[in-house]
């Protein structure tokens, strides 16, 4: 019997913070957060990270409060994550050189190296700035609303780059 305790309390233990820091994040900003999608982003053979998305009710709206969280399944530098969001907004069409230039100065800022299981949520609010946590500790904001948005969009909007994750995201 106490080898049973000993591994039921091993294992609550050593559960990632990660595993509830997305949903605790959510209930900050969200209404009544639920779990809308999540998914898996996969680059060839690696598995990158897994995207979960909040939302009021577990219903999603571009102009409501939600939060996307990411735990990440592989080590990357925090400034290959800002230039890859970057290349992404302007995969999409936006093209103001000026405001990219000052977006990706505050990404380079704001997100750190993630190691396999380490989460970055982002939180749209309800004065459309984007929040960013790494798992419960806040790490920065980006208070432009013209940002989220486009941000959001990489996973979420009509032209994501992985229709797939977006559907999944989505509920579907």
């Given at each position: 019997m106490r080898k049973i305790i000993v591994a039921v309390l091993s294992a609550v233990l050593l559960w990632p913070v990660a595993s509830t820091a997305s949903?605790?994040?959510?209930?900050r900003y969200v209404p009544d957060a639920g779990k809308v999608g999540d998914g898996v982003l996969?680059?060839?053979?690696?598995?990158?990270?897994?995207?979960?998305?909040?939302a009021?009710?577990?219903?999603?709206r571009p102009d409501a409060p939600f939060a996307l969280s990411l735990r990440y399944m592989r080590e990357i530098k925090g400034r290959d994550i800002a230039?890859?969001?970057i290349a992404e907004?302007?995969?999409q069409g936006f093209s103001?050189?000026?405001?990219?230039?000052?977006?990706?100065a505050r990404l380079s800022e704001l997100f750190p190296d993630v190691a396999d299981g380490d989460s970055l949520t982002a939180v749209r609010d309800s004065d459309g700035r984007t929040l960013f946590?790494?798992?419960t500790q806040r790490i920065g904001m980006i208070e432009d609303p013209a940002f989220a948005p486009r941000f959001f969009n990489i996973w979420l909007g009509e032209n994501s780059p992985d229709p797939k994750?977006?559907?999944k995201l989505l509920g579907g």
């Open positions: 949903p605790i994040v959510a209930g996969s680059y060839l053979f690696w598995d990158v990270y897994q995207a979960t998305l909040y009021p009710a577990s219903t999603w230039d890859r969001t907004i302007r995969n103001d050189e000026a405001t990219l230039s000052a977006w990706a946590y790494r798992d994750l977006r559907r």
